[in-house]
Structures are given as C-alpha cells and as structure tokens.
C-alpha cells in the first residue's frame, strides 16, 4: 500500500513539474506580429522562404520565445490594415507590432495627412494593446515629385518621435532599385533579395525584441502567486 501510495505521489509531483513547466512556456512565449503589403506577404515568390518566415527561422536559432503572426497582404493600405488590426490584435495579442505600410498609398498619391492619420491610429490601437508598435520606414520614386516624395520619406521620422515608438530604417536598402534583387515588375524583391532584407531588418529588432523577451521575464519572477 505503502508503495502503490509513494507511486502515485511521485506521478502527481512530474504531472505538477510538466503543467508548471508548460505554463511557463506560454507565459514567456510572445506573438510577434506583421502588418504589412506585399513586401512581407512574398508576393510573387514562394512566401515560406520571404524575410518573414526567414525571421521565423532566425528567432527559432536564437532560441526567442517569440512567435511570429503574418497578416500581410498584397496590396494593402494603411486604411485597410487600419480597418483588421483591432481583430487581429484581439486574436493574437501580441507583445510587439511591426508596421510595414504605405507603399500603395504612396503609389496611389493618397493624401499624406490620410495616411498619417491611419499609421498614428494603427499605433495608437497597438499601444492600448500593450503592444509594441514598430514603424517601418517607407519610400516612394521621385517621380512623384520632389514635394510629395521628400514629405512622404520624412512622414515616418516624425510619426515615430512624436509617437515616441522604434523606427525601422528604410527595409530595402541595397535591394530597391537594383535590378539583381527585384522582380520582373520592376518593384518587388525577388527570393534572393529575402535575406539581404533580413539583414536589414535584425540588427534593429534584435535588441529590441531581447529587451522585450527579459522585461516580459522580469515582470512574470515579479508576480508572487
């Protein structure tokens, strides 16, 4: 009896360490999400090997916690990613938001005030969230005019330092305009423009999503039950 009773005791106390371990694990394990065009949706490229699954990778390397949610869609606007980010951050509730927008409403010669209005919103729902909001820099040909192009480029410094949120330098750098790297379009990234975006993107997220990863630890060894 003695050892049928020692047997189930033992059971009990590896179920505990399993439950314990597995919610530690949920608790620590973060959603990172995307929001962005066709620049991050892989257009015209088979999307497993684009520069966000390629960070997917990366993160899974440097043994991040962090998931990645990929809501990116060709074609997309500021207003139309405006209009599923309250869904999306319902759903996935994530830690930190990387926002890639802008590039079609350049294209379409959207208002920039429109398009102001609809990043600070996107920031403004991310941080009510308690996510994080990271603004990718975007540019526009100047054939659009010197005028509208110089504003437009300049948009997303100011957003970001009045926002008080990360910007990302410009994403493409070394890929846009080199025919090497950009598709038959003239103005998507081929497949083996993917890891050169990469490499532009992780010296800047890096730190911030390990920053993000210890203080999200930090405040969960704070929590007495």
């Known amino acids: 009896m003695e050892i049928l009773l020692s047997y189930w005791q033992q059971t009990v106390r590896v179920i505990l360490m399993i439950l314990t371990f597995s919610l530690t694990q949920n608790v620590f394990a973060k959603t990172l999400l995307v929001v962005g065009d066709s620049l991050s949706a892989g257009y015209g490229i088979d999307p497993s090997v684009g520069w966000v699954n390629q960070l997917a990778k990366r993160l899974k390397e440097e043994s991040i916690p962090l998931s990645i949610v990929n809501i990116s869609i060709s074609g997309e606007t500021s207003a139309g990613a405006l209009r599923r980010l309250p869904t999306a951050l319902n759903k996935y509730t994530p830690s930190i938001v990387l926002i890639e927008l802008g590039a079609n409403d350049g294209l ?32 526009i040909p100047p054939n659009y005019g010197k005028r509208y192009t110089d504003a437009f480029n300049e948009l997303y410094t100011t957003i970001s330092q009045e926002e008080n ?25 081929n497949q083996t423009a993917q890891p050169l975006i990469l490499n532009n993107v992780w010296p800047v997220l890096e730190p911030i999503i390990k920053q993000q990863t210890l203080t999200d630890k930090n405040e969960h060894s704070a929590v007495k039950p």
């Open 108 to 139: 379409q010669g959207l208002p920039l005030k429109l398009l102001e209005q609809n990043l600070r919103k996107m920031i403004q729902l991310c941080k009510q969230q308690n996510a994080l909001p990271i603004l990718f820099t975007m540019h």
């Open 165 to 189: 949120i990360p910007l990302m330098p410009f994403f493409l750098k070394g890929v846009a305009g080199n025919p090497d790297y950009i598709q038959a379009d003239g103005l998507h990234p």
